[in-house]
């Protein structure tokens, strides 16, 4: 099994920026870890992905946070993402799932919904800077080129895309983000306009294709000409730990944590990737005691 990869780059003789993604292992972890259904786990995967996209165009390796705030199905989602090709995610409901629009093609928008889309990204002074925008379609690569767009004035073409096999395992999962820098000519904007044309909604069937990642980029750029500065091998990474649970435990108070040690033990679930930490009656009387 070859792993997940990030790439990034310029193209165009530096007129451009580009960051390509195969996530396909990675989102199949999250659908197994979370028991997901097919729509469900097509707005996770895209959203995993195009957080990865994203804390790729920024030089702090900080996590980038990206939330639905959003009144569908999903009830929300979130990804925690960065440059280095670490990413996790969960969805407030992983079961949700909707018809099909047409054969083989998932409705994302519609387990979504409407709301809001937020990102927050550390800047260089160690503070988080929180962008919001509507959620102007949930299919989520609009969402992420919107928010581009409006909170950081950056024009972006964002293509997301998830492929769910009938036996319910992700068969493809990736994503390409093309940005022109403030120098580029008008030439070159055609040319990226004519390459997001060209590739339209077939993302997750090129990933599926293309095992190998250069070829894989190599068909998303077509004729382009363009560099590869970096790569970044991609995995889901989750960075709960018993210690950290044990930290939440102590902060709940005495009387919630008498009610715990009365039932005579406690069982922690963490959010992002479903792992399970049972606290018997003596290490909770050890937390109560230490608080």
């Known amino acids: 099994m070859r792993q997940d990869e990030m790439w990034m780059g310029t193209l165009c003789n530096g007129q451009a920026r580009w960051v390509a993604a195969r996530t396909t292992h990675t989102v199949e972890e999250a659908r197994i870890r979370h028991q997901a259904a097919p729509a469900a786990i097509a707005a996770l995967g895209r959203l995993m992905t195009g957080t990865l996209l994203l804390g790729a165009t920024f030089k702090n390796a900080g996590d980038i946070t990206a939330r639905l705030l959003s009144d569908g199905p999903l009830r929300g989602a979130l990804a925690v993402g960065n440059r280095l090709g670490q990413v996790r995610a969960y969805a407030q409901n992983p079961q949700a799932d909707a018809p099909p629009k047409r054969p083989g093609k998932l409705d994302v928008a519609a387990v979504v919904g409407q709301g809001e889309f937020a990102v927050s990204r550390p800047m260089d002074n160690g503070a988080y800077y929180t962008g919001t925008v ?26 997301l895309g ?20 403030p120098e580029a000519d008008e030439s070159t904007l055609q040319a990226l306009e004519a390459c997001v044309a060209r590739l339209g909604a077939g993302i997750s069937v090129l990933v599926a294709e293309d095992e190998d990642m250069s070829a894989y980029v190599d068909r998303c750029m077509g004729t ?40 005579g033990e406690a069982e922690v679930v963490c959010h992002f990737c479903n792992e399970r930490y049972l606290f018997s009656r003596e290490e909770l009387l050890k937390i109560r005691s230490a608080d």
Do not use: M
């Open 134 to 159: 509507p959620i102007i379609s949930g299919e989520i690569a609009e969402d992420f080129a919107h928010y581009l767009l409006h909170s950081e004035q950056i024009p972006s073409a964002v293509l």
């Open 162 to 181: 998830v492929l769910v096999e009938t036996d319910l395992h992700v068969a493809g999962s990736g994503g390409l983000l093309l940005q022109p820098l």
């Open 224 to 263: 382009l000409p363009y560099r590869v500065q970096e790569k970044t091998s991609v995995q889901f990474t989750c960075s709960c730990a018993k210690q950290k649970l044990t930290d939440v435990l102590a902060s709940l108070g005495d009387e919630e944590l008498a009610n715990l040690i009365a039932q």
